[in-house]
């Protein structure tokens, strides 16, 4: 029987390297994995490189394994927002690599990792200080620059329904990051809102397939957050 | 000196978008844009997150959890909306689909190019979020702007001080004192806001006006 359903946190997390690419789903605080990011901080894994939209805030959750000196470096379009104090003092401090990437380019750099597309060719940044340093290619008289996949050792996604195949339903803007994230990891791991018997998420509204999904741990919230 | 509030700013750049259009809306004055464009004019706005159908904010009582814009507010989903990943809604933005996308700007040059995302060479971390893929991706951008800083510096320069956000993108741009085109010649203004006149506009912007015919 498949059943990618794991039990305890520690079963989710486990086997997460030293030195692991980590794709951290969700914008600001929607979609993102919470539970599973507090299980990455008790599991241990350092010298991390976190791929997300947003670079923490306060001094929980993303921002709390950035403080323990767990991150080596950050890739985000938005390093920097209300609330993101440890990221702050972490870069001014020299303690944190940063490479900022615009957000389409950013979603496109999963998207190809998870479809095997090695690098593509885009208009975004070209003209700006972000396009220095990357090959440059005109396609139709307009200027292009060299983008690479942006592969994951590990993913961490939140998801709204679950079946054990690892079938993924999510909720409303809770999507955005997590689907393409799921796509580009060797191993992606799931906290999910509710878990549905096998047949009876609508085939139509699964937004990420089983195929692409490696764990799955129930995760029930108290209440809806935002 | 007279000229459009913020609000107004918003109001005047709504009157000129017609039904149909897929628009993105920036943060600061683009956003409130939205507010104007009549209830009866189906317009349809896309967030980055991965909404298109954006409505206006919920009431207090009615705030969903998981439904909220690139600038991180609580808003509604307009019947007809639609949820698309990330990789899919910046294909929307890359792919040429939006008709229009609104931004803020520190700076907008006479050949179009933009400046809204750092403020220097030293600022090495700050926020791009999707602001280049917009301005590069969109069928149009506008900008949407006070004319010039709290402390009087105009906006509207012949060449931006502050790092690109693209080369030669900005069409158009509605300000606090008027609404100007960005033409091969250089800044053709369209209309000036109401008791503000062409010298005065002028000698707030810092790259030449052609005046309106």
């Given at each position: 029987?498949?059943?990618?359903?794991?039990?305890?946190?520690?079963?989710?997390?486990?086997?997460?390297?030293?030195?692991?690419?980590v794709l951290i789903g969700g914008f600001g605080d929607v979609g993102q994995p919470d539970a599973l990011i507090e299980g990455l901080i008790a599991q241990g894994a350092t010298n991390l490189t976190v791929v997300a939209n947003n670079a923490g805030r306060g001094r929980t959750g993303l921002a709390h394994l950035m403080e323990l000196g767990r991150v080596r470096r950050i890739v985000c379009s938005f390093p920097r927002s209300r609330g993101s104090v440890v990221f702050e003092e972490l870069y001014s401090a020299g303690r944190i690599e940063l490479e900022i990437v615009p957000q389409g380019t950013l979603a496109e750099r999963l998207r190809a990792a998870g479809a095997g597309i090695p690098a593509f060719f885009t208009p975004t940044a070209v003209g700006t200080r972000l396009a220095d340093g990357k090959?440059?290619?005109?396609?139709?008289?307009?200027?292009?620059?060299?983008?690479?996949?942006?592969?994951?050792d590990v993913a961490l996604v939140e998801a709204w329904r679950a079946d054990r195949f690892g079938n993924l339903i999510y909720r409303e803007s809770a999507r955005n990051f997590n689907p393409v994230m799921a796509m580009a990891a060797r191993l992606t791991i799931v906290q999910v809102q509710h878990l549905a018997e096998l047949g009876t998420l609508d085939p139509e509204a699964i937004a990420t397939p089983g195929i692409f999904v490696d764990r799955v741990l129930h995760v029930p919230y108290a209440q809806a957050k935002g | 000196m007279a000229g459009f509030s913020r609000p107004e700013?918003?109001?005047?750049?709504?009157?000129?978008?017609?039904?149909?259009w897929y628009?993105?809306?920036?943060?600061?004055?683009?956003?409130l844009i939205a507010d104007y464009v009549p209830p009866g004019r189906e317009v349809i706005f896309h967030s980055e997150n991965g909404v298109l159908g954006i409505g206006p904010a919920p009431s207090p009582?009615?705030?969903?959890?998981?439904?909220?814009?690139?600038?991180?507010?609580?808003v509604t989903l307009r019947p007809g909306g639609a949820f698309v990943h990330h990789a899919d809604s910046f294909a929307i933005i890359r792919g040429g689909h939006l008709d229009l996308c609104v931004l803020g700007a520190f700076e907008v040059a006479e050949n179009g190019d933009l400046a809204n995302w750092a403020t220097g060479r030293n600022d090495a971390a700050s926020a791009v979020g999707g602001a280049m893929d917009l301005a590069v991706g969109a069928r149009r951008l506008w900008v949407a702007m006070e004319h010039t800083t709290k402390e009087g510096t105009a906006r509207l320069v012949g060449r931006?001080?502050?790092?690109?956000?693209?080369?030669?993108?900005v069409s158009r741009i509605y300000t606090s004192l008027a609404v100007i085109?960005?033409?091969?010649?250089?800044?053709?203004?369209?209309?000036?806001?109401?008791?503000?006149?062409?010298?005065?506009?002028?000698?707030?912007?810092?790259?030449?006006?052609i005046p309106p015919e």
């Open positions: 029987m498949i059943d990618k359903r794991v039990a305890t946190m520690a079963e989710a997390m486990a086997g997460i390297r030293d030195g692991s690419v090959e440059e290619r005109a396609f139709d008289g307009r200027p292009h620059i060299l983008e690479y996949a942006l592969p994951g | 700013i918003a109001a005047r750049v709504a009157r000129d978008i017609p039904e149909g628009v993105n809306l920036g943060i600061g004055i683009p956003t009582e009615a705030v969903d959890p998981w439904l909220i814009n690139a600038g991180k507010q609580h931006c001080s502050y790092p690109l956000t693209a080369p030669g993108a085109d960005v033409t091969p010649q250089g800044f053709s203004v369209i209309e000036t806001a109401p008791g503000v006149d062409f010298d005065t506009l002028q000698r707030h912007t810092a790259a030449r006006l």
